[in-house]
């Protein structure tokens, strides 16, 4: 008995329609890169493990998906475990392949370098709801420039792209700068990784969770305590003004005189200002500073971001970066500072679907199907197709005589909105009759007519 075929599970196969709507989503995010001034790349799919490893942090690197070695090298390995049975892994971002490639491309490169990539990476986690083993991310960086006008020029990208996609999105900001300056300040600088990444969960296990994890990790009463208070201090994001939670921890980092947080402190103000100043926040895209944000990624170093839909129930990231001032000094280039956004498109996807986001009508489909009555019927109508190609408008015939029954039901299924009938009497009379398959109204055209009926917009938009 043949075995029933099946994917992976957190993989997913993507039909015409699912296609359509993807493109829609990737051409729009690059447009927009393009339009700021980013440039294209591509990076393999696998890197050498130790590219990767070490990167991410130890729930990062529990998540790679590793390669086995193969060949002799894996009969050496198995007889000898301490070689490891790994040596290339699926690249889980593209920002740490993009690092790489800075490194090993660095003297053919202008700096500032702008990029942007739009490819799949994997992830060995739990496949769940908005949540995928295999996913594309569509990332822009700037590297080897400190200024932090890049971090407010990646605001104004966000907020625009998700403007033009018609979806309300708030974009929660925060520098890890001040996480560094809140370890200190409870006096947990010296587990300071472990603090941020336990924070990072604040989203999914509340603040109770967040203090069960410091008692679970064996933090001190006293961490425990001071971070509880901070937690209560805060004001809620939806009823804060956009400067009384910031006033109340600048003057906590000032009192105690942690520099790195008064540091990430000023490095926010300069982001906020320059935005409000410049592009207030519109419609579609409001940005808030989110003083719990941590965002669990070990390399960055300054202003963190992360989107979330305003609508919809996934909750979870559709989009986020931040600041990373070495990430090449890993690979050798020391002192190359960058900041970069990754836009989950998979998410997007979703969060477009549910809420009816997605436009009636997308570019790629079929726009006219003539319908076939048969060989001489067909030749002639293989000239028309040309004309109406040509043209900029996606058309197609359907292959073999069939029933018009079974033509329609083909434009239908297909989401073809016009049929183009072309028997014996309209080849006798030069006309040929165009179905609109939504209203079922039928309109008779001489055939140098039929160009012109769907007009230049139509045309050259489809």
């Known amino acids: 008995m043949a075995t029933k075929p099946s994917i992976p599970k957190g993989t997913r196969d993507f039909g015409p329609q699912e296609m359509l709507r993807r493109k829609y989503i990737f051409s729009t995010i690059e447009r927009v890169f393009q339009k700021y001034g980013f440039l294209p790349l591509e990076t393999p799919a696998m890197e050498h493990l130790e590219t990767l490893t070490g990167k991410y942090g130890e729930e990062g690197d529990r998540l790679i998906f590793k390669v086995l070695k193969r060949g002799a090298e894996l009969e050496r390995a198995l ?7 790994a040596d290339e892994a699926l690249r889980y971002d593209l920002t740490v392949p993009f690092a790489r490639y800075v490194v090993q491309h660095q003297n053919e490169l202008s700096f500032p370098f702008k990029r942007y ?13 908005g949540r995928y083993r295999e996913f594309v991310q569509c990332d822009a960086d700037v590297i080897g420039s400190t200024s932090l006008l890049s971090e407010v020029d990646l605001i104004f990208l966000l907020s625009e792209v998700f403007e033009t996609l018609s979806l309300p999105v708030t974009i929660y900001i ?16 010296d587990r300071m990784v472990e603090f941020i990444t336990i924070m990072d969960k604040k989203d999914k296990i509340g603040v109770s969770g ?5 008692r679970s990790a064996s933090f001190s009463q006293a961490a425990i305590v001071r971070l509880k208070d901070f937690y209560e201090r805060l004001i809620p994001l939806e009823d804060q003004k956009s400067s009384e939670n910031h006033g109340m921890i600048l003057s906590m980092f000032v009192e105690a ?14 982001v906020f200002n320059r935005a409000n100043r410049h592009e207030a926040p519109g419609l579609w895209a409001r ?29 979870s990231s559709i989009s986020g970066g931040g600041r990373y001032d070495d990430l090449t000094g890993v690979f050798g280039l020391k002192g190359m500072s960058g900041v970069g956004i990754s836009f989950g498109a998979d998410r997007i996807y979703d969060v477009l679907l549910e809420t009816n986001k997605f436009p009636a009508e997308l ?8 319908a076939n009555f048969g060989e001489a019927e067909a030749l002639h109508c293989l000239k028309l197709l040309r004309a109406v190609r040509d043209a ?6 359907y292959p073999d005589k069939a029933k018009m029954a079974k033509q329609f039901k083909y434009a239908d299924d297909k989401g073809i909105p016009y049929v183009a009938i072309l028997g014996e009497n309209e080849l006798k009379q030069g006309l040929i009759t165009v179905k609109d398959m939504k209203s079922g109204e039928q309109k008779a055209v001489r055939q140098e007519e039929l160009v012109g009926l769907f007009g230049t917009t139509d045309a050259t938009s489809k």
């Open 392 to 397: 900029g408008i996606a058309a197609e015939l």
């Open 174 to 189: 925060n520098n890890r700068k001040v996480l560094v300056g809140l370890a200190e300040l409870f006096g947990v600088k």
């Open 363 to 370: 570019g790629g489909s079929t726009r006219l199907l003539f």
């Open 210 to 214: 967040v203090l069960d994890e410091m």
């Open 257 to 270: 005189n942690i520099e790195t947080g008064i540091l990430g402190m000023n490095e926010l103000s300069f």
């Open 117 to 129: 990539q739009i490819q799949p990476v994997w992830r060995a986690d739990r496949p769940q709801k």
């Open 79 to 85: 007889e000898d475990r301490s070689k490891g049975l």
């Open 287 to 315: 940005w808030v500073h989110d003083m719990t944000l941590a965002r669990g990624l070990d390399y960055y170093t300054g202003a963190i971001f992360e989107v979330k839909a305003n609508e919809g129930t996934l909750r």
